[in-house]
């Protein structure tokens, strides 16, 4: 019982500095020895866990997958009239907080491994099943009310998530300080007024 819980308490903190050591040496260069040298561990402890690195980077995608899980679960707007409810899953899905979840460079570094490695491939195309069916959701409540009108809610759902992750990896090139709190705040609210504008014109 004592191994088991030394585990569960080893596992994701090995995971969460691997992800450190990507943002700071690429994904090449994040070897186990430097995540052990990171964490002043031996490099064996990480070898017992997760056997190779590409089952360390298989744990890193689960990681992210249910960092953005679990702002889907915090996601609420199940009492709010179906304009407000709009306005929520829009604010919700271009907020700071979704931008930041994993930093962008993680991002980019997971998605390039994923084209060489179909394990990692298919974890990341759940992710986005998983986001596609929440957005799926929630149109078709905003249709059921008339406040939308699409024939496919599917490719709709396509489309805004095409907006999302372009506008999130885009954002990183024009804006010159992410910690400028202003120039991100009127970068999220102008993609959320284009994608107000194509969901409700759907209606017209």
């Known amino acids: 019982m004592k191994k088991r ?3 569960d308490i080893q596992k994701p903190k090995i995971v969460k500095h691997f992800y450190k050591t990507i943002l700071g040496q690429g994904f090449e260069g994040a070897s186990i020895a430097k995540v052990a040298k990171r964490m002043n561990i031996h490099p064996s402890l990480i070898l017992h866990y997760f056997g190779n690195k590409e089952n360390l980077t298989l744990a890193l995608v689960d990681y992210v997958i249910e960092a953005y899980n679990s702002l889907l679960k915090k996601y609420k707007a199940k009492d ?10 829009l604010e919700a899905i271009w907020s700071r907080e979704y931008y930041e979840k994993i930093n962008v460079a993680g ?6 491994v994923s084209f060489r490695n179909e394990k990692i491939h298919g974890k990341i195309r759940d992710l986005y099943r998983i986001f596609k069916k929440f957005l799926v959701r929630e149109f078709r409540f905003l249709i ?12 709709t ?16 090139f024009i804006i010159d300080d992410d910690r400028d709190d202003d120039q991100v705040r009127r970068y999220n609210q102008e993609m959320i007024s284009v994608a107000r504008k194509l969901l409700t014109s759907f209606s017209s």
């Open 107 to 112: 991002s980019f570094a997971v998605l390039a």
């Open 144 to 155: 059921d009310n008339n406040l939308i009108c699409m024939d496919d809610p599917e490719q």
């Open 157 to 172: 759902a396509e489309i805004i998530m095409t907006m999302i992750e372009g506008s999130r990896h885009f954002r990183a």
């Open 80 to 89: 709010l009239a179906p304009e407000d409810r709009l306005e929520r899953l």
């Open 5 to 7: 819980l030394n585990a």
